[in-house]
Each structure stands twice: as C-alpha cells, then as structure tokens.
C-alpha cells in the first residue's frame, strides 16, 4: 500500500508538502507511477508550481503514487501499490491524484499538490475525507506537469483544512490573494442524480448552512460529462500512446488506451460545442449565484474489490468532469453521513474567482461549525 513512491528533503522551514509523482523535480525521475516509465531520465529543472513552493518556504518530503500515467479514478495501482485510504479502510483512495489525497489524510503533509483532469483531484479528496481544490484552468502553471498539453488538467491542492487548503494556494499562485469572507452568499443548488443518502447529506448542510439557496438546473450536464471523457481520451492517447510499444503499461491502463486512440476528429469536434455550450450555461448561472453546490461524488466510495474494471467506474466522476471542460474552478469538502462514510459537497465558482469561491466555502463551514456547537 504505497502513498509516497520517492522521499525529498527540500526547501525551508514552512509546511510538509508532497506532490503527485506527475510534477517535475529536479534530480528525480518523473514516472506517473508506471513500470512503462521507470527508466525515465531525471529532471533537470523543477516544475514552476515546485519553485514557487520553495520559494515561498515550503518543505517538500516527497512524491506520491497516482493511478496509472493519471488515466483513471480509483487509484487502483498494480505496479507501485495502491494507496491506503487512512480513513476509510477498505475503500478506493480514489484517483488519479490518490498518493496526494492519502497522504494528507495519513498526516504525512500539511498539504499535497495533485492534478485534475476529470475529477483527479476532487475524487480522491472526496474518498479520504479532505478538502481538495481545482482551481480556475489555466490559473495555476503547469509547466514542467505531465502531460506537456492538456486543455482540462489543473494542478490543485489538498488539505485536512480549508485555511491550509488557501495557504496552499497563495505558495503555488502568487497572483492569489485571499479574500475577505462575506457574511452572506447565494447559491445555486444543482439538480443531479446521485445515491439518497448522499443527498440527503449534502441538502442537510447546505440547508443548515443558513445561506440563501436557488435551484439550477443544467440542460448540457450529461453532455459535458461525455464530452469530457471525449477530450481527455485524445488527450492522453496524444501524450501516452507511445509508451504502450514497451508492453510496460498495466493490462488495464492499456486497454483503456488502445480504446481511447479511437476517438475521431468528429467526435472531438462536438465535445468541443459542447464545451462552448456548456461553459456558458455555468456562465450564466453564476451571474445570479456567488457559487453553485452539488454532491462531488454519485455513490459512496466503493471497495476496493468492486472497483477492478476502471472503464467500468467512470461514472464515479459525473458530477465533476463537466467542470474540467468548462475550466470552472471547483471545491470538495468533507463531510460525514450517518453509515459512517464520506460524501462531498462540491461547489463550483466563476472562471477567475478562485479566492471568492474559498471564501465562500469559509463561510458555510462557519455557519455549520456555530450550528453543531453545543
């Protein structure tokens, strides 16, 4: 049960971090968890989201395991060891970030940086029960990230908390300035599907929270789910379709590959409407709310022996792949449920609006934590 695949010991005296076996740094090899990658050359540079954590005095003590070359959900790794989800014992960590959701679950950071393409951050922060970010695309450098290219991916932090998880931010994107919390907020409660329970976690919440709720409704949320995965396949065949000529890669991982070099320019060229149409509802909703909220997962974490077949999990990230396409930042914070296991509540802010969307999330965290007090 592997969660740190390479220990570090750089920087200053600030906080423990760890990051996603993706992400260059100097000196070590960056394999994505990959026996197809285990003789890559090592790092010459730092990635520019690593330097800006050392710059601002951050302590990096290692990198952490992912699903394969990051083109999965569960975290499920045959090669370097699936990590342990410390929380939830028994449960998927999640994916693809899953070494830099457990580890902060684990107490082996203050916090993780992973990378979200189709939910890779905010599913395994959902699984381990803490908080995980992916901001505004485009916000944060990727410079120096595998893959080279990518349209949705955004590296994104987690943490056991959301003043660590705004800290986190302002180390990997100096522009970011935390803004004030505001005592009130509106927000747009998104219409999904997902398990009872679940639900009824998240209406509780969002119910108590005391802000001013609405109703969205999306006409292009299914379509964005598909027209995400539409992307993400040509994508990562783009980046990795090279690597299946070693016969290195995972059965599974393989599979999935070979399947996703199918896509067609047509099929791409309609995830690509979709993406416009998309975007622009999420526009337009934000314009009458300061966030919108909805369940981050559909179902409970599944077992670790119900999750074997990635291709057959995919709908685990219904609910947040959209937001990749529309490049909408996004939150997920932990909450509990009465069988004992973790839900999400997501909330998803304006383009740019990253600080704003934190801030919010503060607020609703401290009108439930004046709720539940005694």
Known sequence: MTIIVESLALGGSGPRVVVKDTIDVAGTATRASSKALEQAPLAEQHAEVVRHLLAAGARLTGKTALHELAFGTTGINHYVGTARNPRFPGRIPG??????????????????????????????????????????FGRVSRQGVMPAHS??????????????????????????????????????VLRVTAEVGIQKVVHSALTASGLQLGNV?????????EAGMVVINRETFTACAHLLQTEQVGADIA?????????????????ERVRVSFSDEVDQALKCFDVLA??????????????????????????????????????????????????????????????????????????????SAP
């Open 95 to 136: 994916g693809s970030s899953s070494g830099s959701a457990a580890a902060v679950a684990a107490g082996l950071a203050d916090f993780s940086l992973g990378t979200d393409t189709g939910g890779s951050v905010r599913i395994p922060a959902c699984c381990c029960g803490v908080f995980g970010f992916k901001p505004t």
């Open 151 to 188: 349209t949705l991916d955004c590296v994104g932090p987690f943490a056991a908390s959301l003043p660590m998880l705004v800290q986190a931010m302002a180390m990997i994107d100096p522009s970011f300035v935390a803004a004030q919390v505001p005592l009130q907020a509106k927000v747009g």
């Open 294 to 371: 909805l369940p981050t997962m559909p179902d409970f974490p599944l077992r670790l022996e119900e999750a074997a077949d990635t291709r057959a999990v995919l709908g685990m990230t219904s609910l947040v792949r959209p937001f990749n396409l529309s490049g909408h930042p996004a939150l997920s914070i932990p909450l509990g449920s009465e069988c004992g296991l973790p839900v999400g509540l997501q909330l998803v802010g304006a383009k740019g609006a990253d600080a704003k969307l934190l801030a919010v999330a503060e607020r609703l965290l401290l009108n439930l934590n004046a709720v």
């Open 217 to 225: 409704e999306f006409k292009h949320l299914g379509a964005a789910y």
């Open 255 to 271: 599979g999935r590959l070979a399947a996703a070099g199918h896509t067609t320019d047509q099929a791409l060229a309609e995830a």
